[in-house]
Nanobody, 121 residues
């Protein structure tokens, strides 16, 4: 069983910063791309940022130059540093990873349960 657990969400004032973490645990053979997505109430889930195992990153235009994604392969962890937060950044943030487990060596995409980010204006 493989799972992702996010942490670090909370309430922050507009213009402030917040850091999210997501740890993958379980019977893991390999983790490919890891990423962060978000979903505001009444909206579709959208990509925030992704990072390859070797560190190549991709960002949504709305967060470029404000958010930074990083990962620690030794810890099976992906991070999202969010700076200059805006009210429109408020959402549930979800971690996703492409994982090959040792149980069957079949690639699958795994989602975390989400962590809530609230930005007050």
């Amino acid at each position: 069983q493989v799972q992702l657990v996010e942490s670090g969400g909370g309430l922050v004032q507009a213009g402030g910063s917040l850091g999210l973490s997501c740890v993958a645990s379980g019977s893991i053979f390999h983790i490919h791309v890891m990423g962060w997505y978000r979903q505001a109430p009444g909206e579709q889930r959208e990509l925030v940022a992704t990072i390859s195992r070797h560190g190549s990153t991709d960002y949504a235009d709305s967060v470029k130059d404000r958010f930074t994604i990083s990962r620690d392969n030794a810890k099976n962890t992906v991070y999202l540093q969010m700076n200059s937060l805006k009210p429109e950044d408020a959402a549930a943030y979800y971690c996703k990873a492409g994982i090959v487990p040792t149980t069957d060596y079949i690639y699958r995409e795994v989602w975390g349960q989400g962590t809530l980010v609230t930005v007050s204006s």
